[in-house]
């Protein structure tokens, strides 16, 4: 009974803290999505699944769809062959190597928000690059302006901050790659290819795992940069679903339509990821046999 | 997926590593050099006129710099900077030890434990992930108001805290197998209760893994901008760095004498703080990502 109670007041106040906070909410965002709730009248109105069959139907939450896909996709593969690129250029124990680490991981360390402000200062139509170029009696160029533009500049400052973070966990993942192994198929006269394929990608691979997974999970849920980069425009064509979400919720307060999308959103986050582990889990498997 | 992307790096970023040890520098140096110019601009242009960020922004001639803007974006009525550091680090300091205090024993109990309901309690825990805090934040709203925690610093703790749960468990768990367990069943036979098995014996050893989630937390609270926003809102007169930020600057977002010293100001702290510590950071960052 005591040893039942000790357990009990370890891994109490954790899961109660977890269930108020997280898994209350998930169970109320499903319940809102079931309903027309504007976020202030009394009694929310059920009404089935009107709010996502809207959703099938509004252009503006199918679009935002889409570009939260292409930045999560696009963005996914740039991170992770940067990161592991990169990692393997700034592998080595020098000083010098130390600083490269240190400047590749360093926007991280940046808000998201702050960063957004900083680069539509830099990349903004009136910006710092534009500036400069008008005064030399160059084009100005569209970085944000143009819906295309804007996308891709979104994506590549997204990478630009981020890609360190995968620098880093890559490099933990080479610390485990077997010195004995390598050592081996350096007697054995294996090529620096060879030895890349068949001895550190192997052992990467589960590196391989969470650096994808956290990548797409994250970049899913892109909020901030959109906040302060695009403001979600131009003509809404940078509106991810988590701006679009706080968008619908609070400022249109259409809180049972945000809701749904909500859910959405997170049906998806979770299949993907867990899509993305199981495929890789196959693969690792594949290899080994 | 793999089978096709990697090997493709393998031949591109592999072979100047071996072959050409000046390639692989100069490519790095050009990388540092894109990598830096955002900041080095948000630094030089901090002390500069409009007309001169936009007519020079790379130049750095004395004659054009001045600290006025920097002391009026330090004065800013809208924003009162050295109070935002001190509510954000106020919030850092109580996330981090509030989320080692609860994952740290829960954790323990899921690495000793074999029982099926302890692998799915590290399961729901780990689902956290998977759920957006942009999104989230929604329905924590009408949670935190039906338990009067709405506008208040302990709702904005606990909810923060709650986001950091998922994946410091999911490290801590995975780090505390690695430490033999008959280490706390001596500690056992000497008549240690488990509370005190833990934080005396397995939480010393669990340092790399604990260093590595306050380095993330620290990153992750003072960065964040919906939440606080949000749970804090403009009316309780509580600004973080990055909602004091968004105050400051979106309405003024093309007078870049305000920009550029009001983000100057909100970086400056953590990057400091990062400089100083680079190396430590990046190494307790490993240590415990390799073993969790």
Same mark, same amino acid.
């Given at each position: 009974m005591r040893a039942r109670l000790t357990t009990l007041s370890m891994v109490g106040p954790a899961l109660v803290l977890f269930v108020v906070m997280l898994v209350v909410p998930v169970c109320l965002s499903v319940y809102l999505s079931l309903t027309d709730w504007n976020g202030y009248s009394a009694n929310p109105v059920v009404v089935g699944l009107r709010n996502y069959l809207d959703l099938t139907k509004s252009e503006e939450a199918i679009r935002a769809g889409w570009v939260t896909l292409v930045i999560a996709a696009v963005g996914t593969v740039l991170l992770s062959v940067l990161g592991l690129g990169f990692a393997l250029l700034v592998n080595g124990a020098s000083r010098l190597n130390a600083l490269f680490r240190v400047i590749l991981f360093y926007p991280h360390v940046l808000s998201a928000l702050v960063v957004g402000f900083l680069w539509s200062a830099v990349? =903004? +139509? $009136?910006g710092v690059v534009n500036g400069w170029l008008t005064t030399r009696g160059a084009e100005v160029l569209p970085f944000l302006s143009n819906p295309h533009w804007a996308l891709a500049s979104l994506i590549g400052v997204l990478v630009w901050a981020g890609f360190g973070v995968n620098v880093v966990l890559y490099l933990a993942g080479l610390q485990t790659v077997s010195k004995d192994l390598l050592e081996s198929a350096r007697i054995d006269g294996a090529s620096a290819r060879q030895t890349f394929r068949n001895v550190t990608l192997p052992a990467l691979a589960p590196v391989v795992t969470v650096n994808l997974v956290l990548s797409l999970v994250t970049l899913l849920k892109t909020y901030d940069l959109v906040v302060s980069l *695009?403001? =979600?425009? %131009? &003509?809404? $064509? *940078?509106? +991810?679903a988590a701006y679009l979400i706080l968008w619908d919720s609070?400022?249109?307060? &259409?809180l049972g339509f945000g809701s749904a999308q909500s859910v959405v959103l997170m049906i998806v986050t979770a299949g993907l990821a867990l899509t993305v582990a199981r495929l890789r889990s196959r693969a690792d498997q594949g290899v080994k046999g | 997926m793999s089978a096709i992307r990697m090997p493709r790096v393998a031949t591109v970023q592999f072979k100047p590593l071996r072959t050409k040890g000046a390639g692989r520098i100069a490519f790095l140096i050009v990388t540092s050099v894109l990598m830096l110019v955002p900041m080095y601009l948000l630094v030089v242009s901090a002390f500069k006129s409009q007309q001169d960020i936009l007519a020079h922004p790379f130049s750095l001639s004395p004659?054009?710099? +001045?600290t006025q803007y920097l002391e009026k974006a330090w004065t800013n009525p809208d924003f009162n900077i050295l109070k935002g550091y001190a509510v954000t680090a106020l919030f850092v300091v109580s996330v981090n030890v509030l989320s080692v205090a609860l994952a740290g024993p829960v954790s323990y109990v899921i690495a000793r434990r074999s029982e099926r309901r302890y692998r799915m309690l590290l399961l729901l825990f780990v689902a956290? *992930?998977?759920? %957006?805090s942009q999104v989230l934040v929604i329905p924590v709203v009408y949670t935190l108001k039906f338990l009067g925690l709405m506008g208040t610093i302990p709702g904005f703790v606990l909810f923060e805290t709650t986001l950091t749960l998922p994946f410091s468990i999911f490290l801590y768990a995975g780090y505390i197998m690695t430490i033999p367990a008959s280490l706390d069943e001596a500690a056992a036979v000497d008549g240690a209760g488990k509370h005190r098995t833990f934080w005396s014996i397995v939480f010393p050893l669990m340092k790399p893994a604990v260093v590595t989630m306050v380095i993330l937390n620290t990153f992750s609270v003072w960065n964040d901008f919906v939440n606080p926003q949000i749970i804090l809102g403009p009316g309780s007169g509580l600004y973080t760095v990055t909602t004091g930020v968004y105050a400051a600057v979106s309405q003024y977002s093309t007078d870049y004498t305000v920009v550029f010293p009001t983000l100057l100001l909100a970086v400056a702290p953590l990057l400091v703080v990062f400089v100083l510590l680079q190396r430590h950071v990046i190494s307790g960052l490993t240590a415990g990502a390799t073993k969790g």
């Open positions: 990349l =903004g +139509t $009136s *695009t403001g =979600g425009g %131009p &003509a809404g $064509s *940078t509106q +991810t609070f400022h249109n307060n &259409a | 004659d054009q710099l +001045t956290g *992930t998977f759920i %957006p």
